[in-house]
């Protein structure tokens, strides 16, 4: 069983820059590969950034490469989602996701350890 808090979330205005973090309970967090969903208002649910078990590769949305960086620590049980140049339309809730392999993914069923999600809201 692997738990996921995220944090970080808040308002921030556009241009702006916000470090989102999700903590991992368990000891397998070095092995799973990681990532960040958003889901805005009347949307689905979308993939913006994937991370595998060692750092060595990652994936981005087209919509927010160049901008965002994922990163991981696993001595600490936790991967970042640094968001650089915000946008209104990155206004969402973020969730951090886990998946029981170390490559990354950017298809949301392939995660099953999802977080409660955290908004960030992005003003103009």
């Known amino acids: 069983q692997v738990q996921l808090v995220e944090s970080g979330g808040g308002l921030v205005q556009a241009g702006g820059s916000r470090r989102l973090s999700c903590a991992a309970s368990?000891?397998?967090?070095?092995?799973?590969?990681m990532g960040w969903f958003r889901q805005a208002p009347g949307k689905e649910r979308e993939f913006v950034a994937a991370i595998n078990w060692s750092a060595s590769s990652t994936q981005y949305a087209d919509s927010v490469k160049g901008r965002f960086t994922i990163s991981r620590d696993n001595a600490k049980n936790t991967v970042y989602l640094q968001m650089n140049s915000l946008k209104p339309e990155d206004t969402a809730v973020y969730y951090c996701a886990a998946r029981p392999a170390g490559v990354e993914v950017t298809t949301a069923i392939l995660y099953n350890y999802w977080g409660q999600g955290t908004q960030v809201t992005v003003s103009s």
């Open positions: 368990g000891r397998t967090f070095s092995t799973r590969a």
